[in-house]
């Protein structure tokens, strides 16, 4: 991994440092090692891999747990949700999850459907 800045690991090394970073505070670092992330995992194994929905996912707990962007935080979990249910049945767990944090944001814009997606 030395000297390869888009490796899969460094991949998920910021996804995790993302959230250390988020729960000192630093939300807009957070913001920026998970975007870093979804890139390089996006480049790798295109945008519909399960480790993207991960990081997506993990993103939207940030915006959301920073109280900021509820329509870009609803994206990320309507595309997590989408990814994983490629791969999941739809009782799975993480897609569970997944549908409780959608609920449990604030209620949908005009124009929106419950799920952050326009009809």
Known sequence: MDGDRDHPDRACAQVRY???LHDQGNSEAALTEVKNAIRIYTEKYG???PYVAEARYRR???RKGSGVEPLRWREDLTTARDIYLRVHPADHPLIHRI???LR???DPEPGETGDGRHP
């Open 104 to 106: 449990d944001g604030p």
């Open 99 to 101: 549908e409780e944090e």
């Open 47 to 49: 945008s519909q891999h």
């Open 60 to 62: 939207a707990l940030i």
């Open 18 to 20: 993302s959230h250390l």
